[in-house]
Nanobody, 124 residues
């Protein structure tokens, strides 16, 4: 059973930075995608970033390109999301996700297993 536990959320001023972490367990992850999504009140879950656990190819949502960076530490089975130059519109619950199918990178929420999320609030 895949388990994903996020941490690192909090309150930050606009222009600041946060790093989210996600500890993963329950299976071998090397052939799968690690991803982050977010959801703001009244909005649908939005794709933020993804990469394969083995490294290499990455993908980002248009609203975070150039500001957010996804990375993995395979030795620790941990995924990170470094968020810089945060804006109030980045506020939301951030979810860590692990792909259901190997070697498949998708922006569709249905393609993933989910953590419970961590709240990020960016004040103006």
């Amino acid at each position: 059973q895949v388990q994903l536990v996020e941490s690192g959320g909090g309150l930050v001023q606009a222009g600041g930075s946060l790093r989210l972490s996600c500890a993963a367990s329950g299976r071998t992850f090397s052939a799968y995608t690690a991803a982050w999504f977010r959801q703001s009140p009244g909005k649908e879950r939005e794709f933020v970033a993804a990469m394969f656990w083995t490294g290499g190819r990455t993908a980002y949502g248009d609203s975070v390109k150039g500001r957010f960076t996804i990375s993995v530490d395979n030795a620790k089975n941990t995924v990170y999301l470094q968020m810089n130059n945060l804006k109030p519109e980045d506020t939301g619950v951030y979810y860590c996700a692990a792909g259901r199918e190997p070697w498949t990178m998708s922006i569709s929420p249905e393609a993933y297993y989910w953590g419970k999320g961590t709240l990020v609030t960016v004040s103006s």
